[in-house]
């Protein structure tokens, strides 16, 4: 009867585990789901995948943004500043997950360069701004939401009580021109200014691309309807960007549209990833096989067995 019902044994304590490792994943991260697998090369700093940095196919652990502020580049760098220092993923500064305009598209893990934040607001006049940009969900002079944003500050920088946003970023280099420059930024609303880290496809060009002082409508990100990304609200941030898994989600895109995102190499290293962790179960296993069979406890009834197994034979004879 044990024996018929052997495999549901192994097959509920598989899902059990699991079950577990997951569970415990969610209450770490406070994050559901707590890991996203990344689909594209946005974040490539090198023609091939290297641990440390995001790549198509790296799993990657995601932390909820009530846990802990975000650290942007520019508070990263930041002389004197308490999170000076911190870096994610290669670079200073927190890599974020966020929905493109609050939408439901893919959503998407890129650098948070900066945050756009209010400074001088005045009240709308039944829902219009006869001067300044209309946040709606900011809490305006009266408490109510609404209000009509007339300069900005950047926490980070020297930025301050502007009415559009001009910062150079020497320490932030180009692929083919000189270093991230914003220039002539009036955000929509507060939230996020971002980018990919990869050079020759982000870098510079910014998700929300106007703020390169370029009013281009062909550059930059798009949501789900075509209209650009604008600054990323806090409330579209849905995680940030965690230790990484690197290659094991590659899995996942072979089956996917995604797969010619994974670099040659990266398939090679999950082949031998696997063939490790495979070797390395096996030698563990015989490892820990040993050391049971050279404790005193495991000979002691090795020989009591052998001893009821005579007992047996002679009661049989008898």
Known sequence: MNDGFGWLREV????????????????????????VVVESQSMMTSDESQVGVIDPGDIIL?????????????????????????????????????SKNGGADTPVIHRAIL???????????EGVCEEGELDELLPGPDELNGACILTWDVPGTTVSNVTKINLALPGYSCH??????????????????????????????????????????????????????????????????????????????????????VTSDAWMNL????VI????????????????????????SDNQSEKNRQDEDTHEEE
């Open 176 to 261: 083919s021109h000189g270093h991230l420059i914003v220039s002539n930024w009036v955000p929509d609303h507060e939230g996020y200014l971002t980018t990919g880290d990869n050079l020759w496809s982000n870098g510079c060009t910014l998700d929300q691309y106007i703020a390169t002082g370029d009013d281009s409508h062909f550059s930059g990100l798009r949501d789900e309807n075509g209209r650009p990304v604008t600054a990323v609200r806090p409330i579209w941030v849905s995680g940030i960007a965690g230790p990484e898994v690197p290659w094991f989600g590659i899995v996942k895109l072979a089956a996917s549209s995604n797969s010619s995102e």
């Open 12 to 35: 509920l304590l598989a899902f059990g585990m699991i079950a577990v490792l997951f569970g415990s994943l969610v209450l770490m991260t406070g994050s559901t789901p707590p890991m």
């Open 115 to 125: 945050f756009a934040q209010a400074n001088l607001t005045v009240d709308p006049i």
């Open 62 to 98: 995601v932390t909820a943004p009530d846990r802990r502020n975000i650290v942007t580049y520019v508070e990263a760098i930041e002389e004197g500043n308490p999170v000076e220092g911190h870096s994610a993923h290669g670079l200073p500064g927190d890599v974020i997950i966020y």
């Open 271 to 274: 082949g031998t990833a696997v």
């Open 277 to 300: 962790l495979v070797l390395a179960v096996l030698i563990g296993e015989q490892i820990v096989a040993r050391i049971l069979q050279s404790a005193p406890e495991y000979a002691g």
